[in-house]
């Protein structure tokens, strides 16, 4: 897979998403803003954000061109999305355990295994209960799995694919808006693959009909921004609890928290892809 321009339309994505987070968690309480925009949940500013990451997450991907066409590429796509995701999250989870210990405290180590797998939400149909933000893991990396499947679909058959997924997706988010409490899960319809399956989709089909915007990413600021949305979405809960000083000056605190993270994460992720793997003698590209 050849080297392609980074896209800014990508990283503004990225952007604005961490920032609709952030101000939804930091703010709610004050402001009151429960269902702000709601339709369906997904326009107040909390879901708003995720579903920029979703639509981030798919273009990516897409863009990325990446090839499927035996099970070795699979499995090399496999193992660098997992890889690109484990780790930062079980360094969130070290961190939380050192800044907040008494969130351990008589915690299940069964549920605690069920948390650093990403798949809590799924196991316990309610939020993670030591960093809420990892419900996400579970998510995208059940889009991951499904991409393979979701890229033929949208290659083969575009507009068609896409409606048919979009429709599939917004009727499954409708209804369980509507029937909260389905099968005993908490907000099915916001923590849940197909409800949210229309945004990722999304992200791949302007990707594979080229509508686009082509400007190349190259303020350094808006990249490294971008580079450090994921560790701050991580890291939020594990500092929004503690912290007593200004907003300001809370923003700086978690650039410096993800800063360093991004930094570790990244000679983690250098190592684990130098590793020579049954399916691959060379994950570095």
């Known amino acids: 897979m050849s080297m392609k321009k980074r896209l800014l339309f990508i990283d503004i994505l990225k952007i604005i998403g961490i920032g609709c987070v952030l101000f939804w968690h930091l703010f709610f309480n004050t402001y009151n803003l429960v269902w702000f925009l709601p339709l369906y949940g997904m326009l107040h500013l909390g879901g708003l954000g995720v579903i920029l990451f979703l639509i981030a997450s798919g273009a990516a991907l897409t863009y990325n061109q990446y090839n499927f066409n035996d099970v070795k590429n699979i499995l090399i796509f496999y193992y660098k999305r997992l890889v690109r995701v484990y780790p930062a999250m079980w360094l969130t989870t070290l961190f939380t355990f050192l800044l907040l210990p008494s969130s351990f405290q008589n915690i299940d180590y069964i549920?605690?295994?069920?948390?650093?797998?990403?798949?809590?939400?799924?196991?316990?149909?309610?939020?993670?209960?030591?960093?809420?933000?990892?419900?996400?893991?579970?998510?995208?990396?059940?889009?991951?799995?499904?991409?393979?499947?979701?890229?033929?679909?949208?290659?083969?058959?575009?507009?068609?694919?896409?409606?048919?997924?979009?429709?599939?997706?917004?009727?499954?988010?409708?209804?369980?808006?509507?029937?909260?409490?389905?099968?005993?899960?908490?907000?099915?319809?916001?923590?849940?693959?197909?409800?949210?399956?229309?945004?990722?989709?999304?992200?791949?089909?302007?990707?594979?009909?080229?509508?686009?915007?082509?400007f190349e990413s190259k303020n350094i600021i808006i990249k490294e921004l971008s580079n450090l949305s994921f560790y701050i979405y991580l890291l939020q809960f594990a500092i929004i609890p503690i912290y007593t000083l200004s907003k300001p000056l809370f923003l700086i605190e978690i650039l410096f928290f993800s800063y360093m993270f991004m930094l570790t994460d990244n000679k983690i992720n250098e190592y684990l892809l130098s590793l020579r793997l049954p399916f691959s003698p060379s994950l570095k590209e």
């Open 111 to 214: 549920k605690l295994l069920e948390e650093l797998t990403g798949f809590y939400y799924y196991f316990n149909k309610t939020t993670p209960i030591i960093n809420s933000s990892i419900w996400f893991i579970g998510l995208i990396i059940i889009l991951y799995i499904l991409y393979p499947l979701l890229y033929n679909i949208i290659r083969k058959y575009r507009y068609y694919g896409f409606i048919v997924i979009f429709i599939i997706s917004m009727a499954t988010r409708i209804y369980l808006y509507n029937n909260p409490g389905f099968f005993g899960y908490t907000n099915l319809f916001y923590f849940g693959v197909i409800p949210n399956l229309w945004a990722f989709c999304l992200g791949m089909f302007i990707m594979s009909i080229n509508l686009y915007p082509k």
